[in-house]
């Protein structure tokens, strides 16, 4: 009924909305720059408030609303952003607004390889939701492919149904059942579940061989920067904004396609010279895509110089 009437898409979204108008006038913050990010109908109901201010909207995904708020979204913001050129054209699109890319960056010091050893069994690994749209069930699916010619390397899935906690369901019973597969086959599969942000880059650097087998369009992709960063042989779909982040430094396959992940597993498991090789790569790759350089564009575009910014910091509103 509150879509309907008022045409807010979530539960209790206007009270939010006013709730951030009484903090800007309290806080004497009308003159400066708002960012928002994944918030459209905000971005109309600032304007409707401050007519006057710099409002740049960032879209991390694909986002929809009522068609109250999506006809009058383009006149409402000054810049619009979106974290990749495939996140930029969908919105763009939707939204009859032009988009800019601003990329997402990763933290190359924390997010960095470590020395490896050659002769180390290859591990192949997934980071992520442990759900059908993520896909570790086309990893392990692959996995025991290529389990039909070698039993060198082992397998290690970070990650949980829900961020920081897990339930049973049938897609993870499916996991559980293709893991005891490959067990059984003498391929280690290691499972330990969530893992924080303070603990991610060293359980990343467990594995030499990256796999992003998303069948969702992901929008950028943090994960795969951050395994890339790490200086791990990549492999990811051909899906979303995952082309533009890997570019031509990992191995690509389309959506789905089990037997061609599986090829390229077969090349890095057995081949360390460019397993070593496409790790390379993957961090000469990642030392393109960095946080100073996210600010510097993000300065930009609300018309700062990254000095200036520093002193006068822009209002940044998150849903």
């Known amino acids: ?11 209790r979204q206007g009270a939010y909305a006013r709730k951030i108008v009484r903090a800007i006038r309290r806080n004497c913050a009308e003159k400066m720059p708002f960012v928002l990010q994944n918030d459209p109908e905000l971005a ?22 009522s068609k109250r708020f999506r006809e009058k979204f383009a006149q409402s913001v000054n810049e619009v952003t979106a974290v ?32 490896r050893r050659m002769d180390e069994l290859p591990v192949v690994g997934f980071v992520g939701r442990t759900d059908r749209q993520k896909a570790p069930d086309l990893l392990l699916r692959a996995a025991l492919l290529v389990s039909e010619k070698t039993r060198g390397f082992g397998i290690q899935i970070l990650g949980s149904r829900y961020y920081g906690y897990s339930e049973r369901d049938a897609y993870q019973d499916e996991i559980e059942a293709l893991s005891t597969q490959l067990e059984e086959r003498g391929i280690s599969v290691r499972r330990p579940g969530f893992i924080d942000r303070a ?21 950028f992709g943090l994960v795969t920067l951050e395994g890339m960063a790490c200086g791990l042989a990549t492999i990811a779909s051909r899906t979303g904004g995952t082309p533009e982040v890997v570019g031509d ?10 037997e061609e992940l599986a090829s390229h597993l077969m090349q890095l498991i057995a081949n360390d010279a460019m397993r070593l090789e496409f790790g390379r790569k993957a961090r000469l790759r990642a030392l393109e895509f960095r946080w100073k350089d996210s600010w510097a564009h993000l300065c930009e575009y609300l018309h700062l110089s990254s000095s200036v910014a520093g002193e006068r910091k822009a209002l940044a509103l998150n849903d």
């Open 249 to 258: 430094a990992g191995l690509a396959f389309e959506r789905d396609a089990t």
């Open 199 to 219: 603990n991610l880059p060293d359980e990343l650097r467990k594995a030499q061989i990256h796999v992003v087998p998303s069948r969702w369009d992901e929008p």
């Open 44 to 65: 109309v109901f600032l304007r409707r408030h401050f007519p006057d201010a710099f409002i740049l909207h960032h879209f991390h995904n694909s986002n929809v609303c």
């Open 84 to 115: 990749s050129r495939h996140c930029a054209d969908w919105n763009g699109e939707y939204f009859a607004r032009a988009v800019k890319v601003l990329y997402n960056g990763v933290d190359t010091e924390r997010f960095s390889p470590t020395n």
């Open 1 to 11: 009924m509150q879509q309907r009437l008022t045409g807010w898409g979530h539960s």
